[in-house]
Nanobody, 119 residues
């Protein structure tokens, strides 16, 4: 079982910055990938950013050039969010892809953290 813990959400004004952190702990061999998704009320869930174990990262079109995801530790990824806009307001969830016993792959989610950007 993998425990995923997110932190760093909050409220800022447009143009401000926030830094989200996603950490994984538990019984696994390694973390292969971490992703941030977000969902605003009434909207579909949107993939924001993904980082592979190799360090390769990809971003949704709406955040390219403003958000940066990176590894802080083998089991902790951080996402720096700059130039925030009101449309970035959502609950942000972290998804962790891990490899455990018998090379089985697991996907686990955190509880989510609220990001609110005011105009």
């Amino acid at each position: 079982q993998v425990l995923v813990v997110e932190s760093g959400g909050g409220s800022v004004q447009a143009g401000g910055s926030l830094r989200l952190s996603c950490g994984a702990s538990g019984d696994f061999w390694r973390i292969d990938e971490m992703s941030w998704y977000r969902q605003a009320p009434g909207d579909q869930r949107e993939l924001v950013a993904t980082i592979q174990r190799t360090g390769t990262s990809t971003y949704g079109d709406s955040v390219k050039g403003r958000f940066t995801i990176s590894w802080e530790h083998a089991n902790i990824a951080v996402m720096q969010m700059d130039s925030l806009k009101p449309e970035d307001t959502a609950v942000y969830h972290c998804e962790v892809v891990s490899v455990g016993r018998a090379a089985a792959t697991f996907r686990d989610w955190g509880q989510g953290t609220q990001v609110t950007v005011s105009s």
